[in-house]
């Protein structure tokens, strides 16, 4: 346990060479709001998106390069400090995203330039050699982005029967069901979006009823019922991300909801900012609440912290990170604090 419960340990991946550092630690004071660095980490390329398993107390990290390759650390959790576990390869290129199951026994990487998902076991030793790749095959209308498919995320509903791969480049959403004995992936549905969507990533309120996709092209989150005992997904609704008299180009990136459910924030890349909407308990839908600057470039990715009272969103374009105080009955942001610098932070992930 650690000494004071109200620090929150944050780990930021980024775009850095692999003799530069890549992955940086902070603690997070939840009384404060403030962040302060503790250590970083290199002898890895691109560590671009990384996730954490509490259950083995672990992170893992993707390597965003042309060989492509998934690393396992061991997480300190006094001081929050890592140690390198082991690595596999991903046997394709630029792996952008990466999941665990709840019990810390598989791990799940999606490979976005070779459009295929990697499914590997965990153990105490680390990550297992590979057990299956599943390669998507598919394009949609936009020949620069939308030439093959890409599959951007990965991520299972509550009762991890059922997981859902947004493919930005065959604008589907891929549904695999899991075996449960070993966790192969049976592909079950493919959900449509609209030509040129994009979708990206995904997340499930807590009820567990709604579903969410945030879409890079067109800078849309489309909401869905969720029916968990066939893994289907119904489109209720497609909302824009950004406000009405915006004119400018826009990329959407990162999509989260809080703890509560009331509220889901998406980020946007070109606006440059934070997409707040509030969500109706009953249907699902989204209205719009706030679309928050992040005083930076290109903000890639934010994650909401474990007390529910704070949001650090990262600008890659402007090696920042900021951090806004969350309005517990209105969801609305307000920056605080000084920005902290990191070199081209595109991933946060909090750990308490």
């Known amino acids: 346990m650690k000494a004071n419960e109200n620090e929150i340990f944050v780990y930021v991946g980024s775009y850095a060479d692999k003799s530069s550092p890549g992955i940086y630690l902070f603690s997070f004071r939840a009384e404060t709001g403030v962040l302060t660095l503790i250590e970083s980490y290199s002898n890895i390329a691109n560590p671009s998106f990384l996730t954490l398993d509490p259950k083995r107390n672990r992170l893992y990290s993707v390597s965003e390069t042309a060989e492509g390759s998934v690393v396992s650390y061991t997480i300190d959790p006094e001081s929050g400090k890592l140690a390198y576990l082991n690595e596999q390869p991903t046997l394709g290129a630029d792996p952008c995203y990466v999941m665990t199951d709840s019990q810390g026994k598989r791990l799940y990487v999606t490979n976005y330039s070779s459009g295929n998902i990697c499914h590997y076991p965990l153990s105490d030793e680390g990550i297992g050699a590979m057990t299956e790749k599943i390669d998507h095959i598919g394009i949609s209308v936009r020949p620069d982005r939308q030439e093959a498919a890409h599959p951007h995320s990965i991520v299972a509903d509550r009762s991890e029967s059922y997981l859902f791969a947004p493919d930005l480049g065959m604008d589907r959403i891929v549904v695999y069901r899991t075996n449960s004995a070993g966790g192969a992936l049976v592909r079950h549905d493919a959900v449509p979006l609209k030509s040129g969507a994009g979708p990206r990533h995904f997340a499930f309120h807590p009820s ?137 932070p595109v991933c946060v992930q909090a750990w308490r």
């Open 208 to 344: 567990g009823r709604f579903g969410y996709v945030i879409n890079e092209l067109d800078s849309t989150v489309t909401a869905f019922a969720y029916d968990g005992g066939h893994g289907s997904l119904a489109e209720i609704q497609t909302i824009s991300t950004l406000p009405a008299d915006f004119a400018g180009e826009s990329w959407c990136a990162d999509i989260h909801i809080s703890a509560d459910g009331r509220f889901l924030y998406g980020s946007n890349r070109g606006h440059d900012s934070i997409a707040v909407y509030s969500i109706d308990a009953k249907t699902g839908e989204l209205s719009p609440v706030q679309f928050a600057p992040t005083g930076g470039s290109f903000p890639r990715n934010f994650a909401l912290m474990p007390n529910g009272k704070f949001l650090i969103a990262a600008n890659q374009n402007t090696d920042s990170l900021v951090t806004y105080e969350i309005d517990g009955e209105t969801g609305r942001l307000r920056q605080v604090g000084e920005e902290v610098c990191v070199g081209k």
